[in-house]
């Protein structure tokens, strides 16, 4: 059984400087507010793309012309993409994909009422003072839950419901609002700082992580006869890459799978990490293995793993310095802080950053003015391979959106592939290629789209 790491559950908010904290305190010295955050319990900045798609999105819907500068997104699961957003120290919103649709959607939370309610214009459904309801006791006096008939222009989704003096969040479809919640709002006005407004707030709480991540490395650095770096061009190898650097670590590689995308090639042209080992023909493999699962993820060793087991086996033993996070994955948060690689025995890998979040991870990088792949203000959550499995299909849009000879590639051996097998194009074009093995979650996606599941899915 897979004991959870102690991770932070709860990210921290000073309601004076409306700042995030990855502390407990604030350089102003307020007290901080508490906000419980949803597994994997990672958080991390709205950076341009997002913070544009979702001030676009809450325009479109309700009017509102601009969202502050500090967004922060919690990673939730879903069928697709589906982050909380945190506006303002509260929980303020929902921002999903439909990986069939290829469309984002906002849902807002009451809590975000006080802070929108000057500038909303659109997107509200008034009820009446006294509304006829549906649904489960229709005559009692509460309202939160029920449905109300209502004739509004407004197509399905997310609305605010006005009641009288009251204000509420309410589910707009088939000619009925569902009110989720509802009651008096305050408008509230509060400080909107950016993101060196919140370095600042935090630069205590980032010296103590590079302090603590730097004596980590030390402290095994010579474990083996040497050590080095893992970069692959993400933001957590480039945090990692700068503390080893700091700690003394002067050897870096980054393998090239074939399969990077070209501004991930760029920026490691640019990184100073001088070895770059060249993975195996992944076109090739293909043929004997077919394409690569969230299950069955054959092309990391044959693509990232064999060149480096290839590269060691003549420089003997060593310490590698890798950015492992406990967050990103449940796999990742069993392994200790320094392990023995299974694949390759000659190799001691370490994570000093096991313990940090996205949110840790950006900030470190803006405080210290590091370059970071461009891919992350492109609207992209993590870097890899550019039609890697583990990708969302939301990310795999963005491939189609910033390099879409790629895109078109991929999806033309795909829907070769399963013509022969007559699976429908349907289930390509919803990501669910994807797995060998479909999740509840993606066959019940299957039954609400009226897809049918292939014969040979498991």
């Known amino acids: 059984m897979l004991i959870e790491p102690p991770v932070k559950k709860v990210l921290y908010w000073c309601p004076k400087c409306n700042?995030?904290?990855?502390?407990k305190s604030c350089r102003c010295g307020s007290e901080s507010s508490r906000i419980e955050l949803l597994q994997p319990y990672d958080v991390r900045p709205a950076l341009r793309?997002?913070?544009d798609l979702i001030r676009d999105l809450l325009r479109d819907r309700f009017g509102i012309g601009d969202i502050p500068r500090v967004v922060l997104l919690n990673k939730t699961g879903g069928i697709d993409r589906k982050d909380l957003i945190i506006i303002n120290g509260v929980k303020f919103g929902w921002l999903s994909f439909d990986p069939c649709s290829k469309e984002y959607q906002v849902d807002l939370i009451y809590d975000a009422l006080p802070f929108i309610l000057a500038g909303v214009s659109d997107g509200i459904v008034d009820i009446g003072d006294r509304p006829a309801t549906t649904g489960e006791n229709p005559g009692t006096g509460r309202i939160g839950g029920k449905k109300v008939p209502v004739k509004t222009g407004l197509s399905d989704g997310c609305v605010i419901v006005r009641m009288g003096s009251k204000l509420g969040i309410g589910q707009l479809a088939g000619g009925e609002v569902r009110i989720r919640q509802i009651g008096r709002i305050t408008p509230v006005s509060v400080p909107d700082p950016d993101w060196d407004d919140v370095i600042d707030g935090n630069r205590y709480h980032l010296k103590n992580l590079e302090r603590n991540a730097i004596r980590f490395i030390r402290q095994h650095m010579h474990d083996k006869p040497g050590i080095n770096v893992s970069f692959s061009g993400g933001k957590d190898s480039t945090a990692v890459l700068e503390l080893a650097v700091r700690a003394g670590v002067k050897d870096a590689y980054f393998v090239d799978t074939g399969m990077e995308f070209p501004e991930t090639l760029a920026f490691v042209a640019g990184s100073g990490v001088q070895t770059r080992l060249k993975g195996g023909n992944f076109w090739k493999r293909l043929e004997k293995e077919g394409p690569p699962k969230k299950d069955n993820r054959w092309c990391c060793e044959h693509l990232k793993l064999q060149p480096v087991k290839d590269w060691l086996s003549s420089r003997g033993e060593c310490v590698t310095v890798q950015g492992n996070r406990w967050y990103e994955s449940f796999a990742r948060a069993g392994l200790p802080a320094a392990t023995v690689n299974p694949f390759n025995p000659r190799q001691l890998n370490i994570s000093p950053i096991r313990n940090w979040r996205?949110?840790?991870?950006f900030l470190y990088?803006?405080?210290?003015?590091?370059?970071?792949?461009?891919?992350?203000d492109?609207?992209?959550?993590?870097v890899g391979c550019w039609m890697c499995p583990a990708m969302l299909e939301s990310e795999f849009e963005h491939t189609r959106e910033l390099h879409p000879e790629l895109h078109a590639h991929w999806l033309n051996y795909l829907e070769e592939l399963y013509r022969k097998k007559k699976v429908p194009p349907e289930y390509i074009r919803c990501g669910l290629?994807?797995?060998?093995?479909?999740?509840?979650?993606?066959r019940e996606l299957l039954e609400k789209k009226n897809i049918k599941i292939p014969s040979f899915v498991k």
Do not use: C, F, Q, S
Not at 19 to 23: E, H, N, R
Not at 358 to 361: G, M, P
């Open 49 to 51: 793309y997002d913070h």
């Open 433 to 442: 290629w994807r797995w060998d093995t479909l999740p509840p979650k993606m």
């Open 358 to 361: 996205a949110l840790e991870v």
């Open 365 to 376: 990088i803006w405080w210290r003015k590091l370059p970071y792949n461009p891919l992350y």
């Open 19 to 23: 700042i995030p904290l990855i502390g």
């Open 378 to 382: 492109a609207g992209m959550e993590r």
